[in-house]
T-cell receptor
């Protein structure tokens, strides 16, 4: 099966600019996640979707970050305006369900550099 | 907040040696998973162990889980240079289908 697709692969922007990341999960996976991974740290969950509804966005900085998952398939994560501390890799993952032995499938991520 | 904490933070070994990484977590779980991340890449799922399981094997990987101590370990036997990567444990925190990661162990395997 095709993996989780993310684009772009890399992005460099100036602070206060806006940026958007796109994710296409594995077909049929109801749950989609966005994680932020700062260099040297583990991934931190930003938002979790179940179909097109938000399950958890408690760690999403809502003053600057927004995400949507229209029609329960593709998802977009936006940052506006970006800050230097937003420099990180943004990972998208999808899952068919909690007790799936295969775990979650991650995309290759988008590396964001804010200068 | 991060649920799991890996130990050690970094590990350097020679090819052929075994590598052991430990993970401790704070809340009750339904399952615990281990992932590998090569530099600049996404995470790859290695193994999932359920809360009612104590040990699980997959190829050269062996995972143990002690729910009474809220800890898990990942053993990689006969390591290879290709095993060089960061390894993360992740738990669902007892919640609904949500994965929380630790800070990871950076493993370097030298030829």
């Amino acid at each position: 099966e095709a993996g989780v697709a993310q684009s772009p692969r890399y992005k460099i922007i100036e602070k206060r600019q806006s940026v958007a990341f796109w994710c296409n999960p594995i077909s049929g996976h109801a749950t989609l996640y966005w994680y932020q991974q700062i260099l040297g740290q583990g991934p931190k969950l930003l938002i979790q979707f179940q179909n097109n509804g938000v399950v958890d966005d408690s760690q999403l900085p809502k003053d600057r970050f927004s995400a949507e998952r229209l029609k329960g398939v593709d998802s977009t994560l936006k940052i506006q305006p970006a800050k230097l501390e937003d420099s990180a890799v943004y990972l998208c993952a999808s899952s068919a369900g909690q007790f799936v032995s295969g775990g979650y499938t991650f995309g290759s991520g988008t590396r964001l550099t804010v200068v | 907040s991060q649920q799991g904490e890996e130990d050690p933070q970094a590990l350097s070994i020679q090819e052929g040696e075994n590598a052991t990484m430990n993970c401790s977590y704070k809340t009750s779980i339904n399952n615990l998973q281990w992932y590998r991340q090569n530099s600049g890449r996404g995470l790859v799922h290695l193994i999932l162990i359920r809360s009612n399981e104590r040990e699980k094997h997959s190829g050269r990987l062996r995972v143990t889980l002690d729910t009474s101590k809220k800890s898990s370990s990942l053993l990689i036997t006969a390591s290879r240079a290709a095993d060089t990567a960061s390894y993360f444990c992740a738990t669902d925190g007892g919640g609904y289908n949500k994965l929380i990661f630790g800070a990871g162990t950076r493993l370097a395997v030298h030829p």
